[in-house]
């Protein structure tokens, strides 16, 4: 069974960072997009950043110049480092992934559980 697993949230005061992570596990052949989306009390999910296999990434205009999307695909993991940090960027923060497994040739979009970001003084 495949499974998105994130750590890394918390509560940090304005103008401070965070840097998440989510690891892919189980059975992973192959790992396309992964990506990085909030949401936010009463909002609806929205997209942050995403990137590709090949490396290029995809901001939201509101987090970019302060948010750096990566991965390290030997471990299958990809991560967001979060800086300067702002109230508004509060909420849920899931981690989500195009990926394909040994027993089958489709790919499917897997997502994690999410994880709490708060930024408050």
């Known amino acids: 069974q495949v499974q998105l697993v994130e750590s890394g949230g918390g509560l940090v005061q304005p103008g401070g960072s965070l840097r998440l992570s989510c690891a892919a596990t189980?059975?992973?052949?192959?790992?396309?997009?992964m990506g990085w989306y909030r949401q936010a009390p009463g909002k609806e999910r929205e997209l942050v950043a995403t990137?590709?296999?090949?490396?290029?990434?995809n901001y939201a205009d509101s987090v970019k110049g302060r948010f750096t999307i990566s991965r390290d695909n030997a471990k299958n993991t990809v991560y967001l480092q979060m800086n300067s940090l702002k109230p508004e960027d509060t909420a849920v923060y899931y981690c989500n992934a195009l990926l394909g497994v040994y027993y089958s040739v489709n790919y499917r979009t897997y997502w994690g559980q999410g994880t709490q970001a708060t930024v408050s003084s």
């Open positions: 189980g059975p992973v052949r192959s790992i396309d997009t």
């Open positions: 990137i590709t296999s090949g490396g290029s990434t």
